[in-house]
């Protein structure tokens, strides 16, 4: 049995934040990161987007080895027990904490068909596989046209491979981006040489030969080299089920980062918090990864101070790109404020006269001022958010 005064389980961004965050302040005491990957704490985001347009694999590593943590790498925590602080993985290896951390992020959704033949992507394995599959001139069908699915479609595309993107709804980005610039990425894409098709549920993958078969509810099969999804995640609150924690769409914690259990914190894709102005939420997406995990790694240590940030996201859609702060619905009322129509300008998200969150479309160093204005309490209409943040 080992002992760490602290333990972290999970091996991605927000374990190498905290581990950063535990070190500002605790230079010497012990710290163990119990990872399921065989790959030390590494950047996410460049999977999808910098490596495929010529960065090298080495720039996405952390450098967590290098900040006195023990890595105990390619191991899977199986169980937790609060009462004992105690941690057993799947190797039968036991470990005790003073404080544990959990960042266990979430596992890609699947479909209840077909097996390994599809990459759900999300890790540096999935990447190099891709990767590899891209060089060698295979075909690819990209089922999801939410934020992985889009980019990845378009890192393939930018790379010359032969592209079907296909997904249940109206528009690429449906779930976020009001229907006319939804509808519009649709065209984009096919003129950057993707075949999208969208309105397309898949219902089974099979294989014709060498090749995959996706079936789909509403049209004829598509035929590929490699099937590719991106279709969310689950997050991963197991752990914390077994020991008895509040879980809540993801591990609910306080202001300070805890769980239910006083000793035990949760950051990260897994935990569900309080954001300012906007309620409890849960954020897939770096800059809370990065963000949250050096805060929970200070409170661990002793840091009293609540975390009370509002996380933002971005993604490149080959010439395009954009930012993004705060709830993004386009269920609800949309104001838009276009530059040019669909290339450059700002949309906003109201719920009540208050703005709940703001795209950037190719509109930046504009992030601080959306916050500010998602914390205003309106109420707001067109002509009070026209030109506020585009000008």
Request: hydrophobic share 40%; glycine share 14%; charged share 25%.
């Amino acid at each position: 049995m080992t002992h760490f005064p602290y333990l972290i389980i999970g091996g991605g961004m927000t374990a190498d934040a905290a581990v950063r965050g535990i070190r500002e302040l605790d230079a010497d005491r012990a710290i163990g990161l119990l990872g399921d990957e065989a790959d030390p704490p590494y950047s996410r985001p460049p999977l999808s987007k910098g490596l495929w347009k010529g960065k090298p694999v080495e720039s996405v590593w952390r450098d967590t080895p290098g900040r006195g943590v023990d890595l105990l790498l390619g191991r899977r925590a199986v169980s937790l027990d609060p009462r004992t602080r105690t941690v057993v993985d799947d190797r039968g290896a036991r470990y005790t904490f003073d404080k544990l951390l959990l960042a266990t992020g979430g596992t890609p959704r699947r479909f209840p068909f077909g097996g390994d033949e599809t990459i759900y992507f999300r890790t540096l394995a999935d990447f190099r596989r891709l990767h590899a599959l891209a060089a060698a001139g295979k075909t690819f069908a990209v089922i999801g046209g939410g934020f992985i699915g889009s980019e990845v479609a378009a890192a393939l595309a930018m790379r010359g491979s032969k592209v079907t993107l296909l997904f249940p709804e109206d528009g690429i980005g449906a779930g976020l981006f009001p229907a006319d610039l939804a509808r519009f990425l649709v065209g984009y894409y096919r003129e950057m040489g993707v075949e999208v098709l969208p309105g397309r549920q898949v219902t089974g993958i099979g294989a014709s030969g060498d090749r995959h078969v996706v079936e789909t509810r509403n049209g004829p099969p598509i035929t590929a080299d490699v099937i590719v999804a991106g279709i969310g995640i689950v997050p991963n609150t197991e752990l914390a089920t077994m020991a008895g924690l509040a879980v809540d769409d993801g591990i609910v914690v306080d202001a300070s980062l805890r769980s239910s259990h006083p000793e035990i914190f949760a950051a990260g894709d897994v935990a569900r918090f309080e954001a300012p102005s906007l309620g409890r939420l849960r954020v897939e997406h770096e800059d809370n990864a990065v963000t949250m995990g050096r805060a929970a790694g200070r409170a661990m240590a002793g840091d009293p101070t609540p975390y009370a940030h509002l996380p933002y996201f971005y993604s490149d859609l080959f010439e395009l790109g954009y930012e993004a702060v705060g709830l993004l619905d386009p269920r609800g009322e949309v104001v838009a404020d276009w530059q040019e129509p669909f290339r450059k300008g700002v949309v906003h998200y109201l719920s009540d006269g208050r703005v709940r969150g703001v795209l950037l479309w190719n509109t930046w160093g504009r992030i601080e001022a959306a916050r500010n204005l998602i914390a205003e309490p309106g109420p707001f209409g067109a002509a009070d958010l026209i030109g506020r943040l585009s000008a």
